[in-house]
Antibody, heavy 123, light 108 residues
Framework: EVQLVESGGGLVQPGESLRLSCAAS????????MNWVRQAPGKGLELISY????????YYADSVKGRFTISRDNAKNSLYLLMNSLTAEDTAVYYC????????????????WGQGTLVTVSS | SYDLTQPPSVSVSPGQTARITCSGD??????AYWYQQRSSQAPVLVIY???KRPSGIPERFSGSSSGTMATLTISGAQVEDQGDYYC???????????FGGGTKLTVL
């Protein structure tokens, strides 16, 4: 059974940093691209970052580019998101999701999701 | 950036057919994916590659795509199908993978 468990969320002040973790199990973690998707309170889903299986491919949405860093440790079956210079607009539930390749190999789509971890940025 | 447009809300009575649409310029050439998100829960994939259903998803869920519009159909909608539904796809250059704005489905 695929399991993804996020941790590291909490309340931080504007300008501070936070590191999220995602522990994966039930599938060969090193073989899969992984996503971070966030959802602000009462809002929709936003793909903010993904990292390829071998770390060669990394993507950031414009909204987090230059502030967030995605990484992975395949030996520990873990995905990370380091978030710097946080603002109130970063307040959201952050989901870790496994990415499955599309049929035409044009990209990836999230197929399994964790339960999310809440990040609140407020003074 | 690329936009996928969904209606904000759809409402049906139990047993009726619910149709949720997703409009995007690249959909004639790109697959659509659909996610269900019940209240305060993580999203669940219900349709992939326009019309395929993952194991464990009830047969009443189906997907189709024609031109610039993809459609999620729930035949015989049940109260437990209530929630938010999001489509997901990419632009024609595969550079911008995005979610639609979401559609709130009410079954009552």
């Amino acid at each position: 059974e695929v399991q993804l468990v996020e941790s590291g969320g909490g309340l931080v002040q504007p300008g501070e940093s936070l590191r999220l973790s995602c522990a994966a199990s039930g599938f060969p973690f090193s073989a899969y691209t992984m996503n971070w998707v966030r959802q602000a309170p009462g809002k929709g889903l936003e793909l903010i970052s993904y990292i390829g299986s071998s770390v060669g491919t990394i993507y950031y949405a414009d909204s987090v580019k230059g502030r967030f860093t995605i990484s992975r440790d395949n030996a520990k079956n873990s995905l990370y998101l380091l978030m710097n210079s946080l603002t109130a607009e970063d307040t959201a539930v952050y989901y870790c999701a496994r990415a499955f390749p599309t049929y035409d190999s044009s990209g990836y789509y999230p197929d399994y999701w964790g339960q999310g971890t809440l990040v609140t940025v407020s003074s | 950036s690329y936009d996928l447009t969904q209606p904000p809300s759809v409402s049906v009575s139990p047993g009726q057919t619910a149709r949720i649409t997703c409009s995007g310029d690249a959909l004639p050439k790109k697959y659509a994916y659909w996610y269900q998100q019940r209240s305060s829960q993580a999203p669940v994939l219900v349709i992939y590659d326009d019309s395929k259903r993952p194991s464990g998803i009830p047969e009443r869920f189906s997907g189709s795509s024609s031109g610039t519009m993809a459609t999620l159909t729930i035949s015989g909608a049940q109260v437990e199908d209530q929630g938010d539904y999001y489509c997901y796809s990419t632009d024609s250059s595969d550079n911008s993978w995005v979610f639609g704005g979401g559609t709130k489905l009410t079954v009552l």
